[in-house]
């Protein structure tokens, strides 16, 4: 089945200690990107890849790290979070061009 | 930021009515892609409208673009319990960035 996988689902930390949320695609698709959901802010995108090695930020990248060594994985990383980093994460994968995005299932992170 | 806002943010209706929800922009979009997501998924595309004043219709769904590309609306006829959940808009401005509205979350009242 054609899928975005994340994990976990909900996570609970606290200030300052590193996590890592994991994405990982299998239709091969070159693009990934993550997102972050907030009420009445919709979804903004934190960082994107074009391809392997190939990394750009979004709208809201600060605070944020990612990396892309293989094509199917795309992990976000929070090196020192911090609680307005509480929120929603969905990570999404797409062909080229306009094509529509795939997303996870999500990600409900609460830094306390 | 968003260059799309979506009104009205929410939208309460009576099962069986018809409703409508707008997506605006103050410039010319490239191109509209619609994303329901239900309560506690994630967001699903529903459609991409491309072509100044394009409609498109899903059974009881129908999208649209305006003639002069700054705006879209989603119009739901007949609503049912299973159209609950926040619909999105999103203009793709280029191959890499997908910008949304914040959402028009629907509730119905059975």
């Known amino acids: 089945e054609a899928q975005v996988t994340q994990n976990p689902r909900y996570l609970i930390t606290v200030t300052g200690k590193k996590l890592t949320v994991t994405c990982s695609q299998n239709m091969n698709h070159e693009y990934m990107s993550w997102y972050r959901q907030d009420p009445g802010l919709g979804l903004r995108q934190i960082y994107y890849?074009?391809?392997?090695?190939?990394?750009d930020k979004g709208d809201v990248p600060e605070g944020y790290k990612v990396s892309r060594k293989e094509k199917r994985n795309f992990p976000l990383i929070l090196e020192s979070p911090s609680p307005n980093q509480t929120s929603l994460y969905f990570c999404?994968?797409?062909?080229?061009?306009?094509?529509?995005?795939?997303f996870g299932n999500g990600t409900r992170l609460t830094v306390t | 930021g968003q260059q799309v806002m979506q009104i009205p943010q929410y939208q309460h209706v009576q099962e069986g009515e018809d409703f409508t929800t707008y997506c605006n922009s103050s410039t010319t979009l490239s191109n509209i892609q619609w994303y329901k997501q239900r309560p506690g998924g994630h967001p699903v595309f529903l459609i991409q409208?491309?072509?100044?004043?394009e409609v498109k219709k899903q059974k009881r769904l129908t999208f649209q673009f305006g003639e002069a590309k700054k705006n879209s609306s989603l119009h739901i006829t007949a609503t049912q319990t299973t159209d609950v959940g926040t619909y999105f808009c999103?203009?793709?401005?280029?191959?890499?960035?997908?910008?949304f509205g914040a959402g028009t979350t629907v509730t119905v009242r059975a």
């Open positions: 890849s074009m391809n392997v090695e190939v990394t």
């Open positions: 999103a203009e793709a401005t280029n191959d890499y960035k997908l910008s």
């Open positions: 409208l491309v072509k100044s004043g």
């Open positions: 999404a994968s797409k062909r080229g061009g306009n094509s529509p995005l795939h």
